[in-house]
């Protein structure tokens, strides 16, 4: 039996960098498509998982990252309202692009069972797409639903989608095709 663990990765995000406006406009259905994943499938047993950029900051945690991002003041603040982790959801931040770069997932995936992978988040064409990269090196089955991630432009989102597909052989049906079986 296969079992599932959703990865949410860098949507708790201030966006505070020069082509932030442009990301948020295509991240933002892209999340509320997440928060429908992620409402359809936890209560299946599905693992939520937050991969997250540590922003440099060493000494910081999850809790901080989200609140810092959640105010009112940071551009990405409708994005944690939508995704605001619960508190029996995980976090792994991340120093560097792919979720697995010097941290601990492979060890939580492997302590939680998982052994498929569906993948969201920003950016598709940088930290998704190393994830991506990353995890099917690592011999997972993948999941990047074409609805459930975003790039700063449609052109980048397409070309990474078909890179996922075409050489990684990653499904990137829309969330709604997704089946647990």
């Known amino acids: 039996?296969?079992?599932?663990?959703?990865?949410?990765?860098?949507?708790?995000?201030?966006?505070d960098f020069a082509q932030g406006a442009k990301l948020l406009a295509s991240a933002r259905p892209?999340?509320?498509?997440?928060?429908?994943?992620k409402a359809r499938l936890k209560p299946r047993g599905v693992p939520v998982v937050y991969v997250n950029d540590n922003y440099g900051q060493w000494r910081s945690d999850?809790?901080?990252?989200?609140?810092q991002c959640a105010q009112d003041a940071s551009l990405g603040a409708p994005?944690?309202?939508?995704?605001?982790?619960?508190?029996?959801?995980?976090?792994?931040?991340?120093?560097?692009?792919?979720?697995?770069?010097?941290?601990?997932?492979?060890?939580?995936?492997?302590?939680?069972?998982?052994?498929?992978?569906?993948?969201?988040?920003?950016a598709l064409d940088v930290c998704v797409l190393a994830t991506a990269t990353d995890a099917g090196m690592h011999g997972y089955r993948l999941f990047v639903p074409s609805d459930c991630v975003a790039s700063e432009t449609p052109g980048r989102k397409q070309a990474s989608l078909k890179l996922l597909r075409d050489s990684l052989h990653v499904d990137t049906r829309a969330s709604r095709a997704i089946t647990l079986r």
């Open 1 to 15: 039996m296969k079992r599932h663990a959703l990865l949410i990765i860098d949507m708790i995000n201030a966006l």
């Open 30 to 37: 892209a999340a509320q498509r997440i928060a429908r994943l």
């Open 62 to 67: 999850f809790r901080q990252v989200v609140a």
């Open 79 to 122: 994005l944690v309202r939508l995704l605001h982790p619960e508190d029996d959801d995980f976090f792994v931040l991340k120093p560097e692009r792919s979720g697995f770069h010097d941290t601990p997932l492979r060890l939580l995936l492997d302590r939680l069972g998982a052994d498929t992978l569906i993948l969201t988040g920003i």
